[in-house]
């Protein structure tokens, strides 16, 4: 058996055991309601679980275009200038310790409980990653690769272009897989907070009269969210970088941002 | 591989490039000191010749090969290829073939080699035959669509040496390119590269730790010693072309290697 077949086989056990555990009463339905019961709670109020839907989803498009926007920027900048670096990287380090979210409150303060708020926070909490990633893909090009291009005669924006740009790629999309999802974990959270509207909100909201159904039909659509977003990034890394062997400096990059990033998310 | 009939040739007299190194001097300014790494080399290489630096690690061998390729810039002394100075980089005339393949993971083999071609705007087509061409002169026709990662070390070492004369530049300069390879690939392409050599009448400079190396390619060996970075002694290396395997055990062989050794000993 391959260990594709093999996790399919775990997860549709999961699914067969999310179903059966509550309706045998081995789990009270309110700490674990049946999936089919959760399915027809999300189905029945399936207008305000699209409306919620649609609230989260540009909140998250939104913090993606600032968190990836800047955090590609900004990356570039301190992974190719030494002084930038000297000045930005010990702020960012300190900054990556601090859980982010008790600034949340803050930002209801100054931009309200709208979406905007939101989006602020989650920007700022998906920036972090990768940017850093950036910086790091641009300051471990080998180089070599860059003396070759020299001596090839390659203009300084002909060795952006053609060497430097390219041979970040890898470590940039594995950035943006962590500051993807850290995105999503951004928007989800406030909206549990403080907040009128989206799916986050929804969750919350349920949880407080106890309807555990409901809240688990929210909690799917998240799942489904952060899962459809991860395969479109392996999907865009796939295409860009077949080259990338998983060795080199992409990859444990992204192993290495990744359990302290996702740390501080409650 | 291919074999060598394949090959076409190419005029020798036009394609060889005289070098000329006078009085060159670089010192390499740090925030406490200057470190002198080279003092007053002058040396000569005749068109279509094969020179190989050898020397203790630090000897500034490799500073030398850099500022022939306009990678770095002498402190002091004039550089000249067939007469001209190189202010800049220039695969026109200068091809150079570095430690590691230094290959363009995200390149396949042919268009790594097409790069410096690609740089200078050349048409797709015109760049796609040249880049087979010079493929085919290294032995790796059929491999051009190969990504870097899936050829064997000494293949990639090949890609490297058609990159460095897809612009059939005059002089080729080699920076230690088989230092990474395991020993019997490194014979393999020792062997290559004569043959490369003997079908184009390149000028090469080739730097390696090898004595073995140094002997067994160079038309001459200069012997190099370290801080600061003089020349202590020039070879001629009178063995007849083309060279075997058995010329490695022969007495002519290990008297020269003798000598290089006792310099680099002495120096060390």
Known sequence: ?266 | MQPLANVTPLKPALRAGAIEVRNVGKVFKTSTQDVVALEDISLEVKPGHFVVLVGPSGCGKSTLLMMLAALLQQTSGTITINGQPIPEPDPDRVGVVFQEASLFPWLTAEENVEFPLALRGVAKSERRAKAQDALQLVGLDGFGRRHPHELSGGMKQRVSIARGLVQDPPVLLMDEPFAALDEQTRMTMGDELLRIWAATGKTVVFVTHSLTEAVYLADEVIVMSARPGRIVDRLQVPLPRPRTYDMLSGDAFGSLRDRIWRHIRKSA
């Not at chain 1, 699209?50 to 498009?61: D, F, K, N, R, S």
């Not at chain 1, 990556?96 to 979210?101: E, H, K, Q």
């Not at chain 1, 986050?200 to 407080?208: D, E, K, W």
């Not at chain 1, 062997?245 to 992409?250: K, L």
């Open chain 1, 1 to 266: 058996m391959t260990a594709t077949t093999l996790r399919r086989l775990i997860v549709m056990g999961l699914i067969v055991l999310w179903e059966a555990l509550p309706r045998s009463g081995l789990i009270p339905e309110l700490f674990l309601p049946a999936l089919s019961s959760t399915l027809v709670a999300g189905w029945n109020e399936a207008g305000e679980y699209g409306h919620a839907l649609a609230v989260t989803l540009y909140e998250v498009a939104v913090s993606m275009m600032f968190a990836c926007g800047g955090g590609i920027l900004l990356g570039a900048i301190v992974g190719s200038l030494p002084r930038p670096r000297m000045l930005i990287m010990p702020m960012v380090s300190s900054l990556y310790a601090v859980p982010l979210v008790i600034l949340y409150p803050v930002f209801t303060v100054w931009l309200g409980i709208g979406s905007e708020s939101k989006i602020a926070f989650a920007s700022l909490y998906g920036f972090l990653p990768t940017m850093l990633a950036t910086a790091a893909g641009i300051q471990t090009i080998d180089p070599q690769l860059l003396l070759a291009a020299r001596s090839m005669g390659a203009t300084l924006s002909q060795r952006l272009v053609r060497v430097i740009i390219p041979a970040a790629i890898p470590t940039v999309l594995s950035g943006l897989r962590v500051g993807g999802a850290l995105v999503i974990v951004g928007v989800v959270v406030s909206e549990m907070l403080i907040s009128s509207a989206g799916i986050g909100y929804l969750i919350s909201r349920y949880r407080t009269i106890l309807d555990s159904p409901h809240v688990f039909a929210g909690v799917l659509l998240v799942l489904a969210m952060a899962i459809t977003f991860n395969a479109g990034i392996r999907w865009i890394e796939r295409k860009v970088a077949i080259w990338h062997t998983g060795t080199r400096g992409g990859e444990s990059a992204a192993v290495e941002i990744a359990p302290g990033a996702l740390q501080p998310a409650t």
